[in-house]
């Protein structure tokens, strides 16, 4: 079974210094789900601008 989820951060709540700190072990979880082959694939989405500076 695969499921696709589609997120946005919730800017009108959240600064991007509330998701900045959040990002080193956000990705570091996705790429052990990944390294185990629990996730098999990871999109990011063209419409939608990641952190400053990344």
Known sequence: MQFLVLSR???????????????????AQARHLYSIGFTRQIWHRGDMPGLPGR
């Open 9 to 27: 951060r919730r800017t009108n709540q959240f600064s991007d210094a509330d998701f900045e700190q959040l990002v080193p072990s956000e990705g």
